[in-house]
């Protein structure tokens, strides 16, 4: 902690020295999305001022060039999350297209009418749509594991209770982002494996968080997004192993991704661009690669080491107002997100008066309404932590609530 130079860190991020209503910003809402450093920023808008033309179908000088960027942010993907080849990493708008990506191109090529997926009970609805709009279309079931009254799964140590002949998938986060919990998936997917079912890991919560080594934990597929960890919107990647990227159908249809076209039949391009319809978003590519190669000048170790301290800082904190219910682990197995209700004070209530303090949080169901109808509520306070926070910004999220509490 001595060598994480926070103040340094902040001053990469020009946006946390606002003040919002006259008050110092405290912003506490990157579960949702991230600020982004200067060096991201500043590599896209030297790309758009003197390198921005169409990749791949270009033989001039500027098209050669941005498409040398948009492959050397492939490659850096490749090696952010250990994949073995660079085909194996597919450029998405986010997480939510790299999954229905891929639960379209699965279901229509794997699945048969009443085979199953599984999902969990603490899913985004990212994980919970695209799996029901396959279920209207082809007829597939969308079954989910239980978890336990504090936010953990039910099922991890005995999963194989729930598989069966039917189970073709299984879908899983790897984060909470309601409850923070951190789900065991190596163990789920070596289960899996041993049914022969392969696994989707939803990285959209843990990828700005912890490392990532898709072939330690052996996944199938692993999607996250750009914007959750210091990178622009609109960037998300859908990583798969080989053999079944190369099974799968195309996704979309357009430009790029075509081999050969006639009137009569079209071929298709080779892996990954099979999956790549249409004009990437090439800077965008080159912005998330920048923010990759920031995360690592800092290191996990130190970024774990700072978000589970603070997190840590806030749960102690928290606990000492009254009427307080916090929501999910209240251990380390839990990653910096912290969602609660205080007393009878409606959680929008809530946010928004303590955005009138400066202090930013999220509000609502948080696109996770099965689990919001698993725990019995409509919707809680999410606070969420980022490299750049600190513990006094803990203290103004527990004094501003200190303040809306005696208020009501």
């Known amino acids: 902690m001595n060598r994480y130079d926070i103040n340094k860190i902040r001053a990469d991020f020009p946006i946390l020295s606002r003040e919002v209503y006259g008050k110092p910003l405290v912003y506490l809402d990157n579960a949702a999305t991230t600020q982004k450093p200067l060096c991201v920023l500043n590599a896209m808008r030297e790309e758009y001022l003197n390198v921005n033309a169409n990749v791949h179908r270009g033989v001039h000088y500027l098209s050669q060039q941005a498409t040398d960027l948009h492959e050397a942010a492939r490659e850096r993907v490749r090696q952010f999350i250990h994949a073995k080849k660079t085909e194996e990493i597919i450029f998405t708008r986010g997480t939510t297209e790299a999954i229905n990506l891929l639960a379209s191109s699965f279901c229509e090529s794997q699945m048969e009418p009443g085979d199953e997926v599984l999902v969990t009970d603490m899913e985004h609805h990212s994980n919970i749509v695209p799996w029901q709009l396959q279920s209207q279309k082809r007829g597939i079931v969308?079954?989910?594991?239980?978890?336990?009254?504090?936010?953990?799964?039910?099922?991890?140590?005995?999963?194989?209770?729930?598989?069966?002949?039917?189970t073709k998938l299984i879908s899983i986060a790897h984060v909470s982002n309601v409850l923070g919990t951190i789900n065991p998936v190596k163990d789920i997917i070596k289960i899996a494996h041993q049914h022969g079912i392969p696994v989707l890991v939803d990285g959209a919560q843990s990828a700005p968080h912890m490392a990532i080594d898709v072939q330690e934990m052996d996944c199938d597929f692993f999607a996250f997004s750009g914007h959750k960890m210091y990178g622009p919107t609109g960037i998300g990647v859908l990583y798969g192993k080989e053999k079944w990227l190369e099974i799968l159908p195309p996704?979309?249809?357009?430009?790029?991704?075509?081999?050969?076209?006639?009137?009569?039949?079209?071929?298709?391009?080779?892996?990954?661009f099979k999956f790549e319809a249409g004009t990437p978003d090439y800077v965008a590519t080159h912005g998330l690669a920048k923010a990759i190669d920031y995360i690592c000048a800092l290191g996990f170790k130190a970024i774990e080491d700072h978000e589970k301290e603070l997190t840590r800082y806030c749960l102690e904190q928290l606990?000492?107002?009254?009427?307080?219910?916090?929501?999910?682990?209240?251990?380390?197995?839990?990653?910096?997100v912290v969602s609660f209700n205080v007393g009878n004070i409606h959680h929008l209530d809530l946010g928004t008066l303590l955005d009138r303090l400066g202090i930013a949080v999220r509000t609502g169901h948080h696109c996770a309404q099965p689990l919001m109808n698993r725990l019995g509520i409509q919707?809680?306070?999410r606070a969420s932590f980022a490299l750049y926070n600190t513990k006094e910004e803990v203290d103004a999220l527990v004094a501003g609530i200190r303040r809306v509490s005696q208020m009501f």
């Open 142 to 166: 969308v079954r989910h594991l239980p978890i336990t009254d504090d936010g953990h799964l039910t099922c991890y140590d005995d999963i194989a209770t729930y598989i069966t002949e039917k």
């Open 319 to 336: 606990q000492t107002i009254e009427g307080i219910k916090i929501y999910g682990p209240l251990t380390d197995s839990k990653d910096a």
């Open 251 to 272: 996704y979309q249809g357009g430009g790029e991704m075509i081999d050969k076209v006639t009137w009569e039949r079209t071929t298709f391009e080779r892996l990954p």
């Open 379 to 381: 919707g809680t306070v």
